[in-house]
Structure formats: C-alpha cells, structure tokens
C-alpha cells in the first residue's frame, strides 16, 4: 500500500514509519517544513511544502495515496510555542489537505486526535459518545478539526477515521521528548532535582506508544470499519502518586516526593470498548515498566537531558562543562587566527600584481568578521590585520619609516572605524531581535495565563449561574416540586422522590436506604446499579466516614475519592434517630460545594416532611388498611402496594418479589398471620390480593436472594411459591 504521512518529525512520526516499513508498505511525508536536518527515515519520497501550499493538490495527485494518515495532535509542526498563530495556520493547511485528498475519490484519511480535547473531569472512562468539551487554545484547535474532518465523514459520505490517542508514555531520546509525556516529565524532574511532585487527585489513562501504533496500524489496514470515531487507551487509570512511587522505587530513596494537591480534581481517561470489540487492544508494556527503561536511558546519556548549570553534577562533569564553555569561547578567536593566514597571504600575493594591488583584502577580513561575530572579534581582526599590514610595509621600508608614514594611519583608522562600526551595528541587530523575542514569549505567555484566568472565570461563572440565576433549580422551584410528591402512599412518594433528585443534583447514580434501629441501613430504590454497589444492607457502624457525618447531621463529602463511598451523602433523621440515607456516587469533584451541600440538605428536609405528613394520614386510616384487624392488609391497599413497585420496577428503581402462601393452614387461622408478621423485615409487606390468597411483598430483592426467606417460612409450616418478580 502506499501511506502519506502528514506531519512534521516526532516519536508518533518515528515509530508509525517504523512499523509501517517493516510491514511493506510504501511511506511518503508530506512534512510541512523545509527543515534539512529532520531526517524522515524510512520515507520513499518527502515533499517539503506547506499545508496551506497550491502545490499540495499536486502531491495528491502525484502519490494518490491509499491510505492518508494526519499527524494532528503529534505533529512536530505544533510546538505549541504561538498556539494563537499556529492553530490558525494548521486550520486552514487542514482545509486545504482535505479538499486536496477528497478530490481523489479514493482511500481512506486518518487523523489523530487527543484526550487533550475533554476539557472536564469524569470519574469513569470515556466513551465515544461523550462530546468533548475543550478548554483552551489547543484542544479547541484539535476539536475543530475533529469536526472538519467529521462533515467530510457525514456530509460527504467519505472514509475519514478519527482516533483520539490517550496519554503516551514512552522512552524519550532527548530533553525535548521528555517533555512530551507525564512519564517522562516526571522521570527528568527526578533525574534533574531529585524531587518529584504529584497531585493525588490527578489519574490519566496512559498507554503505551506502541500500543497505540499498533491499533493505528490495524485501522489504516482494515478493509471496513464499523465506527468513524475511535478512542485508543490502555482505560487504566494511573494516578500521579503511582507515577511517583514508580519513580521511587527505581531511583532510589535519595528521591523527595512533593505532594502539591489542590482542590481542583483532574481525571480523564478513554474508554476503549468499541476498538477493543471490534479490532482488540492487548497491553504490550506497562508505565512501571517504561519508567523503569526511562531513569535507565536517562542515567546513561545524561548530557542529553540536564545542561552544565544542573547542580547535581560531580566534580568530573563540571570540569567537563567548563571545558566545554572555554573552547566553545575561544572558538571565534581560534577561528579568526585560522583565516588570518589565508588572507595575509592574498595580501601579499596582490600588492605586486597589476589586476589585484587596488583590492584591500584586510578590510574584508575585516568586515567579515564584523558582520558574522560581532565588534568584539572586528576588534581582533583590526588587530590581527593591522599587524600583518604593517608586516608587509617593513618589506620594502624600515620600521621607523611605516610607524611615522602618514598613509599607514589613515589606512588603520579606516580599518578601525569601519571594523567597529559594521560591528556595533551587528550586534545591535541581534540586540534587537532577542529583546523583540523575549517580549514576544512574555507577551505569549501573559495571553496564556489570560487565557487561563478566562477558562477560570467562565467556570466560575457558570457555577454562580447553577447558584443563582438557574430557575429550574432555585430554591424556590424545589420546594414546587416537592409539593407535587404528594401521593397517597409513602412509597409512591419516595420514589417520586428519588427521581427527583436525580434530577435536581444532576447526578444519575442515586441511591435510597431505609435506616432501622440507627444501624443498619436496607436500600429501598436507586437508579442504577453503580448506586447500590455498597450492598442492599449497610451496618453503618463500619462505614465510620458516613457514620461519623451522620452523627453530627452534616453532609457527607468524598474529598479523597476513595471508590468505596460515594461522592455525596446525607441521612434524614427525626432528632437523634436515622430514618433515611441518600447516597450519591457520580457527582463531580468540582461540584462538591457547600452550595450543594446545602441543596442536598433542603431537598432532603422537604422530603421528610412529606413523608411524615403521607404517614400520619395512613395511621389515621389503619384501621381501614387492614382485614379484620389482622397484620395482613385487605385487598384494596396491598394491590396498589403491588402496582407502585410494579411501575417502579419498570424503571429500573427498584427490585422486588412477590410470593404467592400456598399453607397446610388452608383457613391461615391468626397464629400464622402473626408468624408471617414476625418474620418479615420492616420493608417488607402482606396481604390479601382480588383473588383471595394470601400474598408477601418481599422489597429490594431479587429472585435469587428470596430463597432464606421462603426457608425460614417454611420452618414454621407456611409454604409460599414466587408469583412475580423484577430485577436479579
């Protein structure tokens, strides 16, 4: 096949053209610089021009390439030291190399994305489906040509594969590929200051590079695809602490670790369940392992990764480094002595010829060097060149005549001021152009910390309108909604509530427990089975984080982000007794605020209040409930108990089981109502249905756990057999 790479040198451009011929293929670089030290091994044939050149339609044509594979976020092109002009410069290089590739009506484009796009914080790994939210210069500039290359796959009906690539870890060549990865970054921190700092509430889902070529490799290959839009990760969360201790471990215990955690959390990692269903992904090295190879490496060419000002050097390597800096200062004076001997030589050779006796060959060397190196070495060679002047006068005159000759001043004044002169201007250019540089970088980084402060602000923002100008969710929009809970059964009500509060906090992970004899909590619904991961019965004693919350009626707040407990948590109670636990998992560390701490808690309040006013009424009307004064409610009530849990199942709320007494005891005289009473738990019910039996309502529970019970109830001579059941 033949494959166009479009990028400029970088290890992604390195590794792909590496793997690409070893595999047959034939590889052209359409490399966006004119740079002839960036060598582009392997590559058959490398076209130099711009993105945005006329000339690249022509290349198009020329390779009519089948495969077109765009560097995008790994192009060496983007540096990232002008992100304003380079974003805007790859935008419309990008719009040209499409419309160039599309006219071909042929092959299939690739480009590579990043994680860099999702600008928020998620706490489990991304899918596809999830749109990006970009934050700042260049994850915006990668998302927009995401969807530029989107419209040619949706619009236009063409083969355009977009891949967004994880966080890369790999062993770095050079400084500058160090700074590449977090892995790397780390390890030359390490390397250079033995210390090492990390933020425990940052995780990244690093993969390795190779990896990661592997998968782009089989996407460029395949016949057909199934998806436009793939996520390529390892979907391992690695968090900077397990970075750190890595380094540690294989560095040694002369390492400092710096713990620099802020409030702020950071976790974005891919999902890579579509590739890995459809092409397979396998995990060929692990970050502990490259951390490993990269101190090694990093040890062993150490002149490639710190400079002579490092302090960590021994004895040997500063002599090394001075050495280095004298000869590299005595090299423009080593050099000047060198061409002195040719143009001494010109000199004397023309003064007797007829043609070349007008041509002052001094005055070159002279200006030569003033224009190359400066007034410092136009001094030298003013020097230099006037000795070998009044050298060659000393010929044909005595010493005494060429120092008192008129003609011989004037010529080393002209010499003099000439050389001084071109000089000064010389390195008055170069002034110049550092000072404009250097302003140029401080203006840059001031319009990236602007930047910064902007995202910051807009933030911010958008939290005080969630705050404060956001009517749906306003407190007095709440208390509305919570008047609407009214139903004529507590149930029915909790689970009005409950979808309301996912609603209301944003959050798709809620979970509702019912709290008996201030210990143990029994789940009574949640909205997903992440809500009621921590167990349908909780002994709140071994939870102390909630418990200790709990006791001293405050909001429960997850700031270590430990997977056990939720993110957010309160329990309604009725003074000094627990009556119900709110759980929720999915709420963004950002989010954990007092403000909605104090959203929680009102929500909660309200709810109470509900419940207890739905209460009251139903003991008002107990004796209406019941059959003839027995434990076991008459039809009426039991069938709209068994019709809420019914809808609430449909909803995934709840779970539930039904079970049909099929006793001995055909009259089920009053002794085995009272049996069934007793054995059941304060969330379960019974009764009498429309067709005449006897019935038990076993709640938040499956199938599958129903079987202790039906046990239990069979010991004492009452026999039961499922007759409708929801959820495992």
Same mark, same amino acid.
């Given at each position: 096949?033949?494959?166009?790479?479009?990028?400029?040198?970088?290890?992604?451009?390195?590794?792909?053209?590496?793997?690409?011929?070893?595999?047959?293929?034939?590889?052209?670089?359409?490399?966006?610089?004119?740079?002839?030290?960036?060598?582009?091994?392997?590559?058959?044939?490398?076209?130099?021009?711009?993105?945005?050149?006329?000339?690249?339609?022509?290349?198009?044509?020329?390779?009519?390439?089948?495969?077109?594979?765009?560097?995008?976020?790994?192009?060496?092109?983007?540096?990232?030291?002008?992100? !304003?002009?380079? %974003?805007?410069?790859?935008?419309?290089?990008?719009?040209?190399?499409?419309?160039?590739?599309?006219?071909?009506?042929?092959?299939?484009?690739?480009?590579?994305?990043?994680?860099?796009?999702?600008?928020?914080?998620?706490?489990?790994?991304?899918?596809?489906?999830?749109?990006? *939210?970009?934050?700042?210069?260049?994850?915006?500039?990668?998302?927009?040509?995401?969807?530029?290359?989107?419209?040619?796959?949706?619009?236009?009906?063409?083969?355009?594969?977009?891949?967004?690539?994880?966080?890369?870890?790999?062993?770095?060549?050079?400084?500058?590929?160090?700074?590449?990865?977090?892995?790397?970054?780390?390890?030359?921190?390490?390397?250079?200051?033995?210390?090492?700092?990390?933020?425990?509430?940052?995780?990244?889902?690093?993969?390795?590079?190779?990896?990661?070529?592997?998968?782009?490799?089989?996407?460029?290959?395949?016949?057909?695809?199934?998806? #436009?839009?793939?996520?390529?990760?390892?979907?391992?969360?690695?968090?900077?602490?397990?970075?750190?201790?890595?380094?540690?471990?294989?560095? #040694?215990?002369?390492?400092?670790?710096?713990?620099?955690?802020?409030?702020?959390?950071?976790?974005?990692?891919?999902?890579?369940?579509?590739?890995?269903?459809?092409?397979?992904?396998?995990?060929?090295?692990?970050?502990?392992?490259?951390?490993?190879?990269?101190?090694?490496?990093?040890?062993?060419?150490?002149?490639?990764?710190?400079?002579?000002?490092?302090?960590?050097?021994?004895?040997?390597?500063?002599?090394?480094? !001075?050495?280095?800096?004298?000869?590299?200062?005595?090299?423009?004076?080593?050099?000047?002595?060198?061409?002195?001997?040719?143009?001494?030589?010109?000199?004397?050779? &023309?003064?007797?010829?007829?043609?070349?006796?007008?041509?002052?060959?001094?005055?070159?060397?002279?200006?030569?060097?003033?224009?190359?190196?400066?007034?410092?070495?136009?001094?030298?060679?003013?020097?230099?060149?006037?000795?070998?002047?009044?050298?060659?006068?000393?010929?044909?005159?005595?010493?005494?005549?060429?120092?008192?000759?008129?003609?011989?001043?004037?010529?080393?004044?002209?010499?003099?001021?000439?050389?001084?002169?071109?000089?000064?201007?010389?390195?008055?250019?170069?002034?110049? !152009?550092?000072?404009?540089?250097?302003?140029?970088?401080?203006?840059?980084?001031?319009?990236?910390?602007?930047?910064?402060?902007?995202?910051?602000?807009?933030?911010?923002?958008?939290?005080?309108?969630?705050?404060? *100008?956001?009517?749906?969710?306003?407190?007095?929009?709440?208390?509305?909604?919570?008047?609407?809970?009214?139903?004529?059964?507590?149930?029915?009500?909790?689970?009005?509530?409950?979808?309301?509060?996912?609603?209301?906090?944003?959050?798709?992970?809620?979970?509702?427990?019912?709290?008996?004899?201030?210990?143990?909590?029994?789940?009574? #619904?949640?909205?997903?089975?992440? &809500?009621?991961?921590?167990?349908?019965?909780?002994?709140?004693?071994?939870?102390?984080?909630?418990?200790?919350?709990?006791?001293?009626?405050?909001?429960?707040?997850?700031?270590?982000?430990?997977?056990?407990?939720?993110?957010?948590?309160?329990?309604?109670?009725?003074?000094?007794?627990?009556?119900?636990?709110?759980?929720?998992?999915?709420?963004?560390?950002?989010?954990?605020?007092?403000?909605?701490?104090?959203?929680?808690?009102?929500?909660?309040?309200?709810?109470?209040?509900?419940?207890?006013?739905? &209460?009251?009424?139903?003991?008002?009307?107990?004796?209406?409930?019941?059959?003839?004064?027995?434990?076991?409610?008459?039809?009426?009530?039991?069938?709209?108990?068994?019709?809420?849990?019914?809808?609430?199942?449909?909803?995934?709320?709840?779970?539930?089981?039904?079970?049909?007494?099929?006793?001995?005891?055909?009259?089920?005289?009053?002794?085995?109502?009272?049996?069934?009473?007793?054995?059941?738990?304060?969330?379960?019910?019974?009764?009498?249905?429309?067709?005449?039996?006897?019935?038990?309502?076993?709640?938040?529970?499956?199938?599958?756990?129903?079987?202790?019970?039906?046990?239990?109830?069979?010991?004492?001579?009452?026999?039961?057999?499922?007759?409708?059941?929801?959820? %495992?």
């Amino acid at each position: 096949m033949d494959i166009m790479l479009v990028g400029g040198l970088s290890p992604m451009t390195k590794r792909l053209s590496l793997k690409l011929y070893k595999e047959g293929h034939r590889i052209y670089v359409l490399s966006g610089d004119r740079n002839p030290s960036n060598r582009y091994e392997h590559a058959f044939e490398r076209y130099n021009f711009s993105y945005d050149s006329a000339s690249v339609e022509e290349v198009f044509q020329s390779v009519n390439p089948d495969v077109t594979i765009l560097l995008g976020a790994f192009d060496g092109n983007l540096p990232g030291e002008n992100p !304003k002009q380079e %974003a805007v410069e790859y935008a419309a290089g990008l719009q040209n190399i499409l419309v160039s590739w599309s006219a071909l009506e042929k092959g299939r484009i690739i480009f590579l994305s990043s994680v860099e796009v999702y600008g928020d914080s998620y706490h489990i790994p991304v899918t596809e489906e999830v749109r990006p *939210v970009p934050r700042g210069i260049r994850p915006l500039m990668l998302f927009q040509a995401e969807e530029s290359c989107r419209f040619y796959q949706e619009q236009l009906k063409k083969d355009v594969v977009i891949l967004r690539l994880d966080r890369l870890h790999d062993v770095p060549k050079d400084k500058k590929e160090a700074a590449l990865g977090v892995c790397q970054r780390k390890c030359l921190e390490a390397i250079g200051n033995r210390t090492v700092t990390y933020r425990r509430n940052y995780q990244y889902g690093l993969t390795y590079i190779g990896d990661a070529v592997e998968s782009i490799y089989q996407l460029a290959t395949c016949p057909s695809h199934r998806y #436009g839009l793939y996520h390529i990760s390892s979907s391992e969360a690695y968090s900077e602490l397990q970075i750190a201790d890595a380094i540690e471990k294989n560095l #040694g215990s002369e390492l400092d670790k710096l713990d620099n955690t802020r409030e702020e959390q950071r976790s974005v990692i891919l999902s890579n369940e579509r590739l890995k269903g459809e092409f397979g992904f396998k995990v060929r090295c692990e970050p502990e392992e490259t951390i490993r190879k990269t101190l090694q490496y990093m040890k062993r060419h150490s002149g490639r990764f710190l400079d002579s000002s490092h302090t960590g050097w021994d004895i040997w390597h500063r002599l090394y480094f !001075k050495m280095i800096g004298l000869f590299g200062a005595l090299v423009p004076y080593l050099e000047n002595l060198v061409l002195f001997i040719p143009f001494f030589m010109l000199n004397n050779r &023309a003064t007797d010829s007829q043609y070349f006796s007008k041509i002052d060959f001094y005055l070159l060397y002279v200006l030569l060097f003033a224009v190359v190196h400066g007034q410092r070495q136009a001094t030298f060679s003013a020097f230099l060149a006037m000795g070998g002047y009044v050298f060659r006068q000393m010929y044909n005159q005595s010493g005494i005549a060429v120092v008192t000759d008129y003609n011989t001043y004037v010529w080393i004044a002209e010499i003099f001021i000439l050389g001084l002169v071109v000089g000064y201007m010389r390195d008055q250019l170069v002034f110049m !152009k550092e000072e404009k540089d250097q302003e140029i970088d401080f203006l840059s980084e001031r319009v990236t910390d602007i930047t910064d402060i902007n995202d910051s602000n807009l933030r911010v923002k958008k939290g005080l309108i969630t705050q404060i *100008v956001n009517y749906d969710y306003s407190l007095g929009m709440v208390y509305d909604l919570i008047e609407q809970l009214e139903a004529d059964h507590p149930d029915q009500m909790m689970f009005h509530a409950l979808t309301l509060i996912r609603n209301i906090m944003d959050c798709q992970d809620v979970a509702l427990y019912r709290v008996d004899n201030g210990n143990y909590a029994r789940l009574f #619904g949640h909205t997903s089975e992440k &809500a009621c991961s921590m167990g349908r019965t909780v002994y709140l004693p071994d939870k102390e984080p909630l418990f200790e919350s709990f006791s001293r009626q405050e909001v429960y707040l997850n700031r270590t982000m430990d997977p056990v407990y939720p993110m957010m948590a309160y329990c309604i109670s009725e003074g000094k007794n627990m009556e119900m636990m709110l759980l929720l998992w999915s709420i963004p560390f950002e989010r954990m605020t007092i403000d909605e701490s104090n959203r929680l808690i009102v929500i909660s309040k309200l709810i109470q209040k509900e419940v207890k006013r739905t &209460a009251a009424y139903l003991d008002l009307l107990r004796k209406e409930r019941h059959q003839d004064d027995s434990p076991a409610l008459h039809a009426e009530e039991f069938e709209e108990l068994v019709n809420i849990y019914r809808e609430a199942g449909k909803k995934n709320l709840t779970e539930y089981v039904l079970l049909r007494v099929v006793s001995a005891r055909l009259d089920m005289e009053t002794a085995g109502i009272v049996d069934i009473s007793k054995m059941l738990r304060v969330t379960d019910y019974f009764g009498y249905r429309y067709d005449g039996n006897l019935y038990i309502l076993l709640t938040s529970t499956g199938g599958k756990n129903c079987g202790f019970m039906q046990k239990n109830l069979e010991e004492k001579g009452i026999c039961t057999v499922i007759s409708e059941e929801i959820g %495992a």
